[in-house]
C-alpha cells in the first residue's frame, strides 16, 4: 500500500526559529516534491527531489532513499513563512500520493 | 519557474447547473495535466490524469459523466463540473507536467479555483 506520513501536523514557531517538517513514505518513490499552500489555497512547488539535498534561501530540503524519508528545513523563519507545507510523492507505478500536510503559524 | 493558471479562481453557481474551469499551462508545453480536489483541513486528491489528445484516466471513485475532462491542446485542460451540487463544493487544482530531459520531468500547480455550489 502506498502512503505518504507527515508529521508534525500542526507546528507553531517564534519568528527566527529553525523549523523542520519530516515526510515518511512507504514504497519506492521516483520523485518527492514538498508544496506550499498559501491560506487562500493557491499552491507553489519548492522542490523536487530524487536524491540528496537541494537549497534555495532560506529553504532546505533532503531526501534519504534508504529510509525513505525527507525533510523540509526553514530557517530563521518568518511570519510569511506561515502557511500549509504538503509531501507529494510520485512513486514508481506513477501514482501521486499527497500528505496530510502540516500547518505552520510563525509568530512575530 | 513556468506558470500554470486556472480560471476563474472563484466560482459561485446555482445547484443544478454546469461549470468549466480551465487550466493553462503559459510559457510551457505541458505534456500531462492532473486535476485534484481538496475538502477543508483535508490533503489533496487526485481525480484524474489528463493527456492531450486522449481520453482522462479517472481515479477510483470518481464519476467521468460528472466530471468531464477536455484536453485540447499542449497548454489547455479544462474540467466541467455537470449538473453540480453542493457536495460538490471544494477547491479544485491543476497541475501541468513537463518533460525537461530524458525521463525527467516536473509538475506545476495551477493557483486553484474554489466552487461553491448554491
Known amino acids: 500500500k502506498n502512503e505518504v506520513e507527515q508529521s508534525p501536523q500542526n507546528l507553531t514557531a517564534q519568528e527566527g526559529e529553525f523549523i523542520t517538517i519530516n515526510c515518511s513514505y512507504s514504497v519506492g518513490i521516483s520523485a518527492l516534491h514538498w508544496l506550499q499552500q498559501h491560506p487562500g489555497g493557491g499552491i507553489v512547488s519548492l522542490f523536487m527531489l530524487s536524491s540528496g539535498k537541494k537549497k534555495h534561501g532560506r529553504l532546505i530540503a533532503t531526501i534519504n532513499i534508504q529510509e525513505k524519508h525527507s525533510s523540509l528545513h526553514i530557517t530563521a523563519s518568518h511570519p510569511r513563512d506561515s502557511a500549509v507545507y504538503i509531501c507529494a510523492v510520485r512513486f514508481t507505478g506513477n501514482q501521486f500520493y499527497f500528505g496530510t500536510g502540516t500547518s505552520l503559524t510563525v509568530i512575530p | 519557474g513556468a506558470v500554470v493558471s486556472q480560471h476563474p479562481s472563484r466560482v459561485i453557481c446555482k445547484s443544478g447547473t454546469s461549470v468549466k474551469i480551465e487550466c493553462r499551462s503559459l510559457d510551457f508545453q505541458a505534456t500531462t495535466m492532473f486535476w485534484y480536489r481538496q475538502f477543508p483541513k483535508k490533503s489533496l486528491m487526485l481525480m484524474a490524469t489528463?493527456?492531450?489528445?486522449?481520453?482522462?484516466?479517472?481515479e477510483q471513485g470518481v464519476e467521468k459523466d460528472k466530471f468531464l475532462i477536455n484536453h485540447a491542446s499542449l497548454t489547455l485542460s479544462t474540467l466541467t463540473v455537470t449538473s453540480a451540487h453542493p457536495e460538490d463544493s471544494s477547491f479544485y487544482i491543476c497541475?501541468?507536467?513537463?518533460?525537461?530531459?530524458?525521463?525527467?520531468?516536473?509538475?506545476?500547480f495551477g493557483p486553484g479555483t474554489r466552487l461553491t455550489v448554491l
Open positions: 497541475s501541468a507536467r513537463v518533460l525537461i530531459a530524458d525521463s525527467y520531468n516536473e509538475q506545476f
Open positions: 489528463s493527456n492531450e489528445g486522449s481520453k482522462a484516466t479517472y
